[in-house]
């Protein structure tokens, strides 16, 4: 009686260039990036963005809260330490700054809310990127990148602000260029992104 003969999955004599090795390595049930090292393709480093592992983002993504809460926090300039109190024109004496207060928001108020705001849209995007992915939104997604892209420019921006020397139209500047730049750096595809950064800085892979 002739013996049934079984395909095998793995077969004892090398694949040959050109055989349907992936087709095998598909039965196995592996992962694509782990079928395309097992048979011989090199992975794709082209994934840009895209190719980041979402656990590594979430990381990022918590610490982003925890330096735009620490920087809300840590008032530029400090704060009063008694009453300071003037003596109006009728003659009686009524408070002008308080114990506890921000001298910031006191002395350069237009400042001190631009610095709030920037410390507040930074926890909050931070915390939207988070719970993005960890409800398994794609790591390519509109909601990761901007929420990345805002929440990191504004700890820029909340620096910035708090150096009272600087315009605050300026810092405003800055914060909308850098908040363009990473979101161009992540969003583009790596060759259209190395060609656009060489025409920012007039580079030419020629010279």
């Known amino acids: ?102 001298i910031m928001r006191d002395l350069h108020r237009p400042r001190y809310w631009v610095f709030r705001g920037a410390s507040w849209v930074g926890v909050a995007s931070s915390m939207v990127m988070t719970l993005s992915l960890l409800v398994r939104m794609p790591v390519g997604s509109r909601h990761v990148l901007w929420s990345f892209a805002v929440a990191y420019s504004s700890l820029v921006l909340t620096f910035i602000v708090s150096q009272s020397r600087t315009h605050l139209s300026l810092d405003i500047i800055i914060w909308v260029a850098v908040l363009a730049l990473i979101w161009l750096v992540i969003s583009l595809h790596p060759d259209h992104r190395a060609r656009v950064i060489r025409v920012l800085f007039c580079c030419d892979r020629d010279n």
Request: hydrophobic letters at 35%.
């Open 1 to 102: 009686m002739d013996q049934q003969q079984y395909p095998t999955m793995y077969p004892s004599a090398p694949p040959t260039p050109g055989s349907n090795m992936e087709a095998g390595l598909v039965a196995t049930g592996l992962p694509v990036r782990q079928q395309q090292q097992l048979g011989g393709a090199a992975p794709d480093s082209r994934d840009g963005w895209a190719g980041n592992d979402p656990n590594t983002l979430i990381v990022v993504a918590t610490l982003i809260t925890a330096l735009n809460f620490l920087l809300g926090l840590s008032m530029p300039g400090g704060y009063w330490q008694t009453d300071q109190t003037v003596v109006s024109d009728a003659g009686s004496v009524v408070p002008r700054y308080r114990a506890g207060d921000p």
